[in-house]
Nanobody, 125 residues
């Protein structure tokens, strides 16, 4: 079992920044990847960033590349999502996830089997 707890969400204005954090506990070594996903009301869950906790290789969706940065420390027990130049369309519930076999589709939600409860991000103009 892997437990994930997100923090750092909040309300910001367009162009602002937020840093989300995800704390992992339990059998964290059993899952070699972490991902950040978001879901806005009435929309499907979208993968925005992922990282291999070992080698540190990262993946980003086109909608956030260049603005968001995913990082990890402590062997993936902490994962961060630095979000800059935020836009209203970045609003939603942000979830941290842990998975093992994400190759080929690192931003697909069905590649992950452990999820946190989410943290809300609201970007207003």
């Amino acid at each position: 079992q892997v437990q994930l707890v997100e923090s750092g969400g909040g309300s910001v204005q367009v162009g602002g920044s937020l840093r989300l954090a995800c704390s992992a506990s339990g059998y964290t070594y059993s899952r070699n990847a972490r991902g950040w996903f978001r879901q806005a009301p009435g929309k499907e869950r979208e993968g925005v960033a992922a990282i291999y906790v070992g080698g540190g290789r990262t993946f980003y969706s086109r909608s956030v590349e260049g603005r968001f940065t995913i990082s990890r420390e402590n062997a993936g027990n902490m994962v961060y999502l630095e979000m800059n130049n935020l836009k209203p369309e970045d609003s939603g519930m942000y979830y941290c996830a842990a998975g093992q076999s994400i190759a080929g589709a690192p931003l697909r939600s069905d590649k992950y089997d452990y999820w946190g409860q989410g943290t809300q991000v609201t970007v207003s103009s």
